[in-house]
């Protein structure tokens, strides 16, 4: 299957929006964003010069799938962003695709930013997620529960 990331646009972030409203996705990944507003308004602060995120749209073939990103990019202090990705076409699932445009997306990440490491969080029993993460080079640097839910923090280095 062809992995191809791709520049976002505002029609990219109202579907996904409306994708990941998905009751499961949503037991899945720890989303912040509220409201199709905020992710709208969070889109246009990402095109801004200094912008602290980036990202990217997952294209398998010819079809959105997904999104890929970086957020609290941080190149003077800790040095580091953190990274989330969600594939919300579930039929995808464990295909290798995430991982492969996780890998792309990092790649150009490191080039971009003046970073030396990437972060992520992911609940505890979401194997598919932690195993993504480990499968690419990420280890496991804390576990902690957070809301009643135990979580883990792992990170990649330069």
């Known amino acids: 299957m062809e992995v191809i990331l791709k520049q976002r646009t505002k029609d990219h972030v109202v579907t996904f929006w409306h994708k990941t409203q998905d009751e499961e996705i949503q037991k899945l990944f720890p989303f912040s964003i ?11 602060e990402s095109l801004k010069d200094g912008a602290l995120s980036y990202g990217k749209v997952i294209y398998c073939g010819n079809e959105y799938i997904g999104d890929i990103w970086c957020y609290g ?12 990705i969600v594939i919300f076409e579930k039929k995808l699932w464990g295909k290798g695709i995430a991982a492969q445009a996780s890998r792309d997306f990092i790649k150009e ?13 992911t609940y505890a ?11 690419i080079g990420f280890i496991k640097a804390e576990t902690f529960t957070e809301g009643g839910i135990e979580s883990i923090y792992l990170e990649k280095h330069k």
């Open 73 to 84: 990019i941080d190149e003077i202090n800790e040095k580091m962003a953190m990274l989330s």
């Open 34 to 44: 509220e409201s199709l507003e905020e992710a709208l308004e969070l889109y246009e």
């Open 125 to 135: 029993f979401n194997d598919r997620s932690v195993g993504l993460l480990e499968k």
């Open 109 to 121: 990440v490191f080039s971009k930013y003046d970073v030396e490491k990437i972060g992520a969080f």
